[in-house]
């Protein structure tokens, strides 16, 4: 069973800090009948609180489900025009979009037979108000180089930072190093 995201124990601690909150100014009278009148009040308000939590929680479009569904899709993932990224497959960072794309087309263009695996991202942390979020993990790819026929296979750990835009989770920035052969 995989643990709860940090998300779902920050909604039941809103949810729990709401609910004394309420508790404290519900509770007033020794009366047994009021009591159970403000226990029934105060489990509603409770339910309330805590549902609450969960809109508050991961609402906007950098969820982590956005971003592991983005990560699994063959092709990439939605980049940002202002994207930083930078991998072993370059000599320097690359900053843009559109150069991102150039680059890609210039280093697809001396491989044959390239393959990508989905990645595995083993860590996602979304920002409350879901318009931000990191996650790293590792990704695995093979190719042949064009130039010296010799195939190349091997696995990258990386390191994405995702951003929202104009309601839309996109990648910001994505750093990448290959893990060494056992």
């Known amino acids: 069973m995989e643990p709860l995201p940090a998300s779902a124990y920050q909604q039941w601690a809103k949810a729990s800090l709401c609910a004394l909150v309420v508790s404290i100014a519900v ?3 020794i009366d047994r009948e009021e009591i159970m009148y403000d226990v029934k009040t105060l489990m509603r308000i409770t339910a309330l609180c805590f549902f609450a939590g969960a809109a508050w929680a991961q609402s ?3 969820t982590e489900r956005a971003i592991r569904e983005a990560s699994a899709k063959p092709g990439g993932s ?3 025009d202002d994207l930083y990224y930078f ?3 370059f000599t320097k960072p690359i900053v843009g979009k559109s150069e991102e794309i150039k680059a890609g087309q210039s280093i697809g263009s001396s491989r044959a037979n ?3 695996e989905p990645s595995r991202p083993e860590r996602i942390v ?3 108000s879901g318009d931000m979020a990191y996650e790293y993990g590792t990704h695995h790819m093979s190719f042949d180089d064009k130039q010296t026929g010799k195939h190349i296979d091997f696995t990258n750990a ?3 930072v995702w951003k929202a835009v104009n309601g839309s989770c996109k990648l910001a920035a994505n ?3 290959r893990l060494a052969d056992k």
């Open 126 to 128: 979304v920002a409350p």
């Open 87 to 89: 991998s072993p497959a």
């Open 158 to 160: 990386y390191l994405r």
């Open 60 to 62: 906007g479009p950098c």
């Open 27 to 29: 509770v007033r009278n």
């Open 175 to 177: 750093m990448s190093a």
């Open 78 to 80: 939605p980049l940002a």
């Open 114 to 116: 390239e393959s990508h």
